[in-house]
């Protein structure tokens, strides 16, 4: 299994402002994935991050939109820069299970963004 | 990948057994099905995943025809607290999937 931390859990921002979220793994894992889930809506992929190149964004997420770090193997970062009320969703962390190939994802509790 | 279809909702007692059927009918060959279940203000906790037939775990069974073109996922005797959103998955089974998650299936379990 693996353990996920986020900073912040939940935080209120202003228009025009950025917020860097912050994700912690408790054991070394390739891949990182970056979800956002608005408010009664399913998860979607905004990219995955992979330790020592620049991460990979889905249709609908840009770079300039959504920079992401992965210094190492256990972290990674989101910012949701220039935000706007558009952008209030819960963002989500998550790594594949480490060890054999299972597929089974594991996820933090979630940033929820609220923007004024 | 392939497209999932679910109930938007359910509704169900305590004690009582439930069925969540998922279709995928464009699965391909090398994806396995996978199902998550997400409490308000957490993120998805994987439930579990099949290829084929039957699998079963302490917490559910997973049930896949031949065609595998659905799945369907049994909760045995729910209580309260399986009051959650589940979601069907359909993906390659591989250290560098991107599973996509569906609308999901609210359930709701009452006294």
């Known amino acids: 299994s693996a353990v996920i931390s986020q900073k912040p859990s939940r935080d209120i921002c202003q228009r025009g402002t950025s917020l860097t979220i912050q994700c912690q793994v408790d054991s070394q894992v390739t891949m990182m994935f970056w979800y956002r889930q608005q408010p009664g809506q399913s998860l979607t992929l905004i990219a995955t991050?992979?330790?020592?190149?620049?991460?990979?964004?889905e249709s609908g997420f840009v770079i300039d939109k959504f920079p992401i770090s992965r210094p190492n193997l256990t972290f990674s970062t989101l910012t949701v820069s220039n935000m706007s009320p558009e952008d209030s969703s819960i963002y989500l962390c998550?790594?594949?299970?480490?060890?054999?190939?299972?597929?089974?994802?594991?996820f933090g509790e979630g940033s929820r963004l609220t923007v004024l | 990948l392939a497209k999932t279809t679910q109930p938007i909702s359910m509704d169900s007692y305590e004690g009582q057994e439930v069925n969540i059927t998922c279709s995928h009918n464009?699965?391909?060959?090398?994806?396995?099905i996978t199902w998550y279940q997400q409490f308000p203000s957490q993120g998805p906790r994987f439930i579990i995943q099949?290829?084929?037939t039957k699998v079963t775990n302490e917490v559910a069974s997973l049930f896949i025809p031949a065609d595998r073109k659905s799945s369907t996922l049994s909760l045995p005797r729910v209580s309260l607290s399986d009051t959650a959103v589940y979601y069907c998955l359909v993906g390659a089974n591989s250290g560098y999937s991107t599973l996509t998650f569906g609308k999901g299936t609210m359930l709701l379990v009452s006294p």
């Open positions: 998550s790594v594949e299970a480490p060890g054999p190939l299972t597929g089974e994802l594991f």
């Open positions: 099949g290829y084929k």
């Open positions: 464009n699965i391909a060959t090398n994806d396995y």
């Open positions: 991050a992979n330790q020592g190149s620049e991460a990979t964004y």
